[in-house]
Nanobody, 116 residues
Framework: QVQLVESGGGLVQPGGSLRLSCVAS????????MGWYRQPPGKQRELVATITRGGTTNTADAVRGRFTISIDNDKNTVSLQMNSLKPEDTAIYFC??????????WGQGTQVTVSS
């Protein structure tokens, strides 16, 4: 069983920055890829960005050029640097990991609120 713990959410003004991190822990697992998804109020969960173990990324059009995803394979950690935040970025952000099996795990989510 793999556990994912997110950190770094909070309240930020429009144009500000936040950095989300997610650490995977457990035993006898190998990360194949990790990513971030978000669920805005009243809407469905949507892709933000994903990254493979080898560093290949996929970023949603809505955040491309503002958000950057990175992975540290040694620490089983994925991070999301979010710059130039907009009110429409307000959402619960969920960490996702695909591990060998394959098996998909989700974190509990962290709230990001962009408001003045």
């Amino acid at each position: 069983q793999v556990q994912l713990v997110e950190s770094g959410g909070g309240l930020v003004q429009p144009g500000g920055s936040l950095r989300l991190s997610c650490v995977a822990s457990g035993s006898n697992f190998r990360i194949l890829g990790m990513g971030w998804y978000r669920q805005p109020p009243g809407k469905q969960r949507e892709l933000v960005a994903t990254i493979t173990r080898g560093g290949t990324t996929n970023t949603a059009d809505a955040v491309r050029g503002r958000f950057t995803i990175s992975i540290d394979n040694d620490k089983n950690t994925v991070s999301l640097q979010m710059n130039s935040l907009k009110p429409e970025d307000t959402a619960i952000y969920f960490c996702n990991a695909v591990v060998s099996g394959p098996n998909t795990q989700w974190g509990q989510g962290t709230q990001v609120t962009v408001s003045s």
